[in-house]
Structure formats: C-alpha cells, structure tokens
C-alpha cells in the first residue's frame, strides 16, 4: 500500500506542475479564458498545493492567479512592494545575524532575506482592513541549520539582538502545522524601526516545506512515517480528478497514464472494497479535509477530527438561517453531525436560481454515478 500511495503522490503532482506550467503560459489566451482558468486554479489547485505543504507551487500558483484576476490590484500593489521593501535592511540585519552566529560558535547552512508573497500581503490587508507598513512579515530572514537544538539557540540570539514584538513568536518545530510545515517564527524591530519576521529551520525542515509531500518519499528509505500521509495523498487525487471531470463532464480528464488500479466509487465515498480507501488500513489522526461549495464556488477545509457541520458553517461566509444544507447530495437535518475525510458540503439558498460550475458538476456526478478515475 505504501508503494500504491506514491504513486498517487507523483500523479498529484504532475497534475499541480502541469497546472502551474499552464499559469504561467496564460499570457496568450483572451482575458476571459485566463481569468476561469485562474479563479479556478486558486479555489482548487492553489489549497490542495497547501495542503501537501508544497509552498513554494502554492506561492507561485497564488501570486500568478492574483496577476490575472486582480491586474490593477497586482500592477499597484507590486509598485507599492517595490518602494516599502527595504533591501538594504534585510542586508544589513543577515550581516548582523551572521557575526553573532560565528561568535555563538554556531554553524549554519544558509540566511538569506525575503518578503512576503505578493498574494499573501493582499489577501491580508484585505481580509484584515490593513495597510502594508501594518503587517509584521513583510520583511523576513531566513536561517538553515544542521539540526533542531542549534535553532533554539539561534532563536536567543536573535531575540538577543533585537527587542521582539510581543505575541509574534510561533514554534512550528514542536508544534508542526498538519501539512508537516516546521519552523520557528519571530518577529522582532530592526534598527529601522520596521517589523521583521526571522524563520528559523533545519534543512530537512526546510525540505519538507519546500517540497511537502514529496519529502515523504523518503520515509520508504526509513527516514521518517507520517500515518495520514496516504490518505490525504488519495483524498487530494480524488479531488483533482473530480474537479477535471466535473467542469469536463463530457470528456473526463484522468490525472496520469499507466495501469493503476481504477475505482468504481463516485466522490466523494469510497466503497468498503475499494483499494484507494485507506482510512482501513491506516490510523488517522490527522485533520480531516471537507468540500465546501458556496456561491458557486468550491473551497478546501481543513478541520480538527471529530469537527461537526456546524464547526464547518461558522466559516462560510453566506451561512444562515434561510439556507438549506446538503451533505453528499443529501438533506441535513442534524447541525451536529460529524464530518468524515472528503465529505462535500452544499450551502443552498432559499432562493432557487440555476446550478452551474462546480454544483451542476457534483450533481452530475452523483445522478448518473459517473466513476471517478483514480488513474
């Protein structure tokens, strides 16, 4: 079942390369086929990149959506990044860092600077009414160590160096996020007077959050077992698939080629004797990741085990009481039902008005049982 779960991980992700290929050649289409071909990226391909903790796709995906759904935002907000950004800051904080390192007799792989992605400053000022110099990690440093005990050691020094912003620090290294993402997160005041954000990371930590799922290819070479890993691995190909064959539904769009085995479920259930079902075989533990459609638009929720779809309701953004709900093409009658790996949630408005996009797909799909291709 092992080798079974990495071969549905490099379909995943020749199905997220081929996608991030595609946005950055969108250039030649009319703005209308670029801007559904975006929107859809960002809802879709952009969460599920996320939730295999590859965030480098996921920044690229993001940032190159943001570009074509949002041009005047992207060309203003580029200009405006390019003006704030202080390099000279980040040069003179990574010499800093350096020397105080060297005297702590510690030794490090790399420190580089960054600044925040352009699409992660713009969701957050949008979401959070703020303004650029508002935000604490638009500037950041970066440091790769050989190994966990030398970045707590890095973290004094830091904090030793600089005052730090209170209620700013994270510890990811002991408390790693559910897409396997470690770090240490601190956000302290330059010289300047401007926030910067200081990661702290191993290399294997740092390969891991480049690179997410992929990583764990190496647990077959016994470095490392991550229980839930195959099942998201599985749950996030059913998704993709779905998704290709949902906007296509008369002409389905498999993830990869070769003689996998085929499944005869329709999404989002597995049957008991499916081979891709394998919350059987596996103890998880982990999150559980859930559809949500709203306003005809499909997102990726991640939610604690055990959430219930009241827990799911207090994050949609048009939920009320007027609202009936559907939970795999099913009415709900109980709010405190619990939610299992892959369940798809419907907000219906008391409004009837056509289905299209992704809701019209699903129920195609669960009308006429269309198998979902796993291959």
């Not at 965030?55 to 003006?83: M, R, T």
């Not at 020094?157 to 897409?179: A, E, M, T």
């Not at 070479?221 to 906007?247: A, I």
């Not at 604690?304 to 207090?314: C, F, G, N």
Request: hydrophobic fraction near 35%; charge should be neutral; include cysteine.
């Amino acid at each position: 079942m092992v080798f079974l779960a990495m071969e549905d991980a490099r379909a995943v992700l020749i199905k997220l390369a081929d996608r991030l290929h595609n946005m950055r050649t969108l250039d030649s289409l009319p703005k209308i086929k670029r801007q559904c071909f975006a929107k859809e990226t960002l809802e879709i391909f952009a969460p599920l990149a996320n939730q295999l903790g590859i965030l480098n796709w996921k920044e690229q995906l993001e940032n190159l959506c943001f570009k074509h759904l949002y041009p005047e935002q992207y060309e203003e907000l580029s200009s405006n990044l390019h003006q704030f950004y202080n390099r000279d800051m980040i040069a003179a904080a990574i010499r800093r860092l350096e020397q105080a390192l060297q005297v702590s007799g510690l030794s490090y792989r790399s420190i580089s600077g960054r600044h925040k992605s352009m699409y992660s400053i713009y969701s957050k000022m949008a979401r959070k009414k703020l303004e650029m110099d508002e935000i604490y990690d638009v500037h950041g440093v970066r440091v790769i160590l050989e190994n966990k005990a030398d970045c707590f050691t890095t973290l004094e020094v830091v904090h030793h160096l600089w005052p730090r912003i209170p209620g700013k620090f994270k510890d990811y290294v002991n408390s790693p996020k559910p897409n396997g993402y470690q770090s240490l997160h601190t956000v302290v005041l330059s010289e300047e007077a401007l926030p910067l954000e200081i990661q702290i990371r191993t290399g294997d930590m740092h390969l891991q959050a480049e690179f997410g799922i992929a990583a764990h290819w190496r647990y077959k070479e016994g470095l490392r077992s991550c229980s839930c890993v195959p099942e998201m691995v599985e749950w996030v190909r059913c998704v993709v698939t779905w998704q290709c064959e949902s906007l296509h539904i008369d002409h389905p769009s498999p993830l990869g080629v070769g003689s996998s085995p085929r499944t005869t479920c329709t999404f989002p259930s597995h049957s008991d004797n499916c081979p891709f079902s394998y919350s059987k075989q596996y103890d998880h533990s982990g999150p559980i990741l859930v559809i949500l459609l709203e306003n005809e638009k499909m997102s990726v929720q991640e939610l604690p085990q055990k959430s219930k779809i009241l827990d799911l309701l207090k994050r949609a953004s048009s939920y009320d009481i007027q609202l009936s709900l559907r939970l795999n093409c099913h009415a709900v009658h109980n709010l405190n039902q619990e939610l299992k790996m892959g369940d798809v949630l419907e907000l219906i408005p008391s409004t009837p008005c056509k289905s299209g996009g992704y809701m019209r797909g699903f129920h195609q799909m669960s009308d006429h049982r269309l198998a979902v291709s796993p291959s």
